[in-house]
């Protein structure tokens, strides 16, 4: 059973604890290791299709909320990093 809407969905957050970027600037970094002005920067361009662009619209949010001790402790946890 999916997680109820207002809660997040746990396996979206353990890639973005482990996917790495597929291009650009930041190609092969782990995506919660991107820097908040480089997600900014997609706010303001607009951000891919698809789960990449989903993925990285949600760390967005969970950055700029200041949300992203969450991650470190999920990655910590589930890769020991």
């Known amino acids: 059973m999916p997680p109820p809407s207002n809660q997040p969905n746990p396996e979206l957050l353990l890639q973005m604890v482990s996917m790495q970027m ?3 600037k930041y190609k092969g ?5 991107l820097p908040v002005a480089y997600l900014e920067w997609f706010q303001r ?16 949010e969970i ?3 200041g ?7 999920l990655r910590k946890n589930n ?3």
């Not at 970094?29 to 290791?33: G, Q, S, T």
């Not at 949300?67 to 402790?73: E, F, G, K, P, S």
């Open 63 to 65: 950055k700029s909320n």
């Open 45 to 60: 361009k607009g951000f891919p299709d698809g789960k990449l662009g989903m993925l990285l619209e949600s760390l967005y």
């Open 79 to 81: 890769f020991g990093k």
């Open 29 to 33: 970094m782990v995506l919660c290791d």
């Open 22 to 24: 597929p291009y650009g």
């Open 67 to 73: 949300l992203d001790y969450l991650l470190v402790t």
